[in-house]
């Protein structure tokens, strides 16, 4: 009988016990993947090919001797495992352990047996520097992953190359002047996805006091921004700078993102959550919004956006966000933003904080006020498109008044930054 143990792993996880340590190509690979409205980083482990002769599996992830992720008796010969709250910028050493359990006629014959792969998260990109990212490859499913503010500058680093990047942690952001180069601190690439994750990127301060220069966390230039919240900044220029926000750089799209407490003091224009120009938004919010400017060049201050599109340039849309604005204060405020060229649609903002959702069309229609108590209804959202399976929740949001006082209010919020 004894030669008989373990044979039913023999042939099942030859790949698996071939696969090198650090290997990401077969057998074991790092991923990430939907779950929810989150997405989740693991291991993602097959078995090829699959014993005829087991009739299901256990996999079991291991960090330090601990099983941190399982799945108990499944027949699929192929597995995801999580790794929750992993550590961006010290990945530490996993062990995916593999059980499979003999079909019941040869119960008597064989027995279970496991096999265990040690692997080590190594990889990240090539660079040489510490704040280097340690996990991921840069692509969609293996996103470059970021848990350190030195890992979000890094992102400068290949702010020429096409890549994703996930982020793990909250990070509590630094004080900056005067950029060396314009339009945000953090810089993507043409095409490139910030993935926030459910996290945020929360304190400190942007000041440019370059010409013609914008104050933002990041610059898009048409790349994307996913599920990042931003919570107590502040933004300025100087008397010849241009807009102030946490998001910029002209041209991209921000989805299910949203700002709180934020002091955005620019010279032509400045928003609680986007600056200007080509950038897009769905599904957004912004609370505590103290936006500032002096000049009416370039169209004033608004609770969401500083302005919207450029009159035969980018007509970029702006649906299904709010703004709870603390304090407006230009010659132009508005709700949620100025419309130089596109579409505000289905948005809604905190009555009495401007007399209009969106100028110069003085448009109380597409983006509507709404008194405090009203926001805690969610059939109003949902009648003007409002995803609450997917993408939204009733929530409280916690936010500074004009005078600093902080304000619990009930409003719909974003599932992805539900508490984990
Ligand atoms: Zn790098």
């Not at 495992?81 to 059980?99: C, E, F, H, K, Q």
């Not at 304090?327 to 007399?355: D, Q």
């Not at 009733?394 to 209010?409: K, Q, R």
């Amino acid at each position: 009988m004894k030669r008989w143990i373990g044979a039913v792993l023999a042939a099942c996880l030859l790949v698996l016990s071939a696969v090198p340590a650090a290997a990401q190509e077969s057998g074991v690979r790092l991923t990430a993947q939907q779950a929810g409205a989150r997405r989740e980083y693991g291991v993602y482990v097959t078995l090829d090919p699959a014993s005829a002769r087991a009739k299901d599996y256990s996999y079991e992830l291991l960090e330090g001797g601990s099983v941190i992720a399982s799945r108990e008796h499944v027949a699929d010969t192929a597995c995801f495992l999580p790794i929750v709250n992993i550590d961006a910028a010290s990945p530490g050493r996993y062990t995916v352990r593999v059980t499979a359990y003999p079909s019941g006629e040869r119960a008597g014959f064989e027995r279970a047996a496991s096999i265990q792969k040690e692997f080590g998260t190594a990889k990240g990109c090539s660079c040489a520097t510490a704040d280097r990212f340690q996990l991921g490859s840069g692509t969609e499913n293996d996103p470059y992953l970021v848990g350190t503010l030195g890992q979000l500058l890094h992102v400068n680093q290949h702010a020429t190359q096409k890549c994703y990047y996930m982020q793990t942690a909250d990070i509590q952001f630094g004080d900056y002047t005067s950029m060396v180069d314009d339009y945000g601190v953090v810089k993507l690439h043409s095409g490139s996805t910030y993935d926030g994750n459910g996290h945020v990127i929360r304190g400190g301060s942007v000041k440019v006091t370059r010409t013609g220069d914008n104050a933002e966390v990041f610059s898009l230039k048409n790349g994307n921004l996913l599920n990042t919240g931003f919570e107590d900044m502040t933004f300025s220029v100087n008397s010849s700078g241009y807009g102030a926000a946490p998001v910029g750089g002209h041209s991209g799209t921000v989805k299910r993102c949203y700002a709180i407490n934020i002091n955005a003091v620019g010279r032509n224009h400045a928003g609680g959550l986007i600056n200007c120009w080509g950038i897009g938004a769905e599904d957004c919010y912004t609370a505590g919004i103290k936006a500032s400017s002096t000049s009416d060049s370039t169209y004033g201050s608004g609770g969401l956006i500083g302005y919207l599109g450029s009159p035969g340039a980018v007509s970029p849309t702006v649906a299904r966000t709010y703004a709870f604005p603390a304090k407006l204060s230009a010659p132009k405020i508005s709700g949620i933003g100025y419309i130089r060229a596109g579409s505000i649609l289905n948005s809604f903002y905190l009555k009495g904080t401007a007399s209009y959702g969106s100028l110069p069309g003085n448009d109380n229609t597409n983006a509507a006020p709404l008194e405090l108590s009203q926001f805690a209804d969610q059939s109003r959202f949902e009648a003007a498109g409002w995803d609450f399976e997917n993408v939204w929740t009733m929530g409280e949001i916690t936010y500074n008044d004009a005078s600093g006082n902080a304000v619990t209010a009930a409003a719909p919020v974003l599932r992805v930054f539900a508490k984990r």
